[in-house]
């Protein structure tokens, strides 16, 4: 009998390196099936469609919003993004085990509508580092360098809502702690009632 099989979601602001994190964790767990969201948001320069996201106009997004194909979705500075619904439904059914690395907004979302989900929130060593790693990756104005800096004040007020915390100093060490909670998780009791209760049963 497999374990069950568990909907991840690794969240934290934007430029603490969850991306960086969540490839890392996808070398050693290869069996984690990845979610790519759907964005309005230009593909920068080494992004692939399908790849890192599926890039669509905003009257689509609009358009798949409405036919309720998102399982959560957000506006994150300016731009839209959202989780299809049906690749995560299709997975979980499937018994595979789905990560999803979204925003604060989105993570908050999948909290109401799927509470057994397992949340953890990816947090930076310092704000000060954090601001150092926004301004390297060089991607942004600096208005929206200062946008961003201030969103992820709030929202690293949301972490005591997660089951867990990850601090992104090395990225190995973060890597291993996502994976090793994973691992925890997949043999807790609680996602393992069915197992216990065939092998008493037979
Ligand atoms: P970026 O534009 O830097 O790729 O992503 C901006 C933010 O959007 C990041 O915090 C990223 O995790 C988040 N994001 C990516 N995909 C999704 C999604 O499907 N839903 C939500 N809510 N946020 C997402």
Do not use: W
């Amino acid at each position: 009998m497999a374990k069950d099989n568990v909907l991840i979601v690794v969240a934290g602001p934007s430029g603490v390196g969850k991306g960086t994190v969540c490839s890392k964790v996808f070398k050693h767990m290869q069996d984690i099936e990845f979610s790519v969201s759907a964005t309005t948001r230009q593909a920068r320069k080494g992004e692939k469609e399908g790849v890192n996201y599926f890039f669509v106009s905003r009257e689509k997004f609009d358009e798949m919003a409405a036919n309720d194909e998102f399982l959560e979705y957000a506006d994150v500075f300016g731009n839209r993004y959202g989780t299809p619904r049906k690749y995560v439904e299709e997975k979980l059914n499937s018994k595979r085990d789905v990560l999803l690395e979204i925003d604060i907004q989105g993570a908050m979302m999948v909290m109401e509508r799927c509470p057994e989900a397992l949340f953890i929130f990816i947090l930076p060593p310092s704000f000060d580092e954090l601001k150092k790693r926004l301004v390297k990756r060089g991607s942004e104005s600096e208005e929206q360098l200062a946008m961003r800096l201030s969103k992820a004040k709030e929202e690293m007020s949301y972490a005591p809502k997660f089951d867990y915390i990850v601090v992104n100093d090395d990225l190995d060490s973060a890597a291993i702690e996502v994976i090793s909670i994973i691992v925890a998780e997949k043999c807790s009791v609680k996602r393992n009632t069915h197992f216990i209760d065939g092998l008493i049963k037979s």
